[in-house]
C-alpha cells in the first residue's frame, strides 16, 4: 500500500468514526432477562390491586 493511500484510507476511517458517533442513536439500551422479569413481577401487583378494590 503506498503512503498516500494509507492516509486517505486513515483520514477516511476517522470522519466515519466521528460522523457515527454524531448521528442519533435509535437503538433501545438492553434489558436482561432477569430485569425483565422483575419488572414484569413488580407491574403485576400494581394492575391487580385497583381492580381488587
Not at 468514526?17 to 442519533?24: E, F, T, V, Y
Request: aromatic share 2%; charged share 35%.
Amino acid at each position: 500500500m503506498n503512503r498516500r493511500k494509507k492516509i486517505t484510507q486513515l483520514l477516511k476511517a476517522h470522519a466515519k468514526k466521528a460522523s457515527a458517533k454524531l448521528a442519533p442513536k435509535n437503538k433501545v439500551k438492553y434489558i436482561s432477562k432477569a430485569d425483565r422479569l422483575k419488572l414484569a413481577v413488580e407491574a403485576e401487583p400494581e394492575q391487580t390491586t385497583p381492580t381488587q378494590s
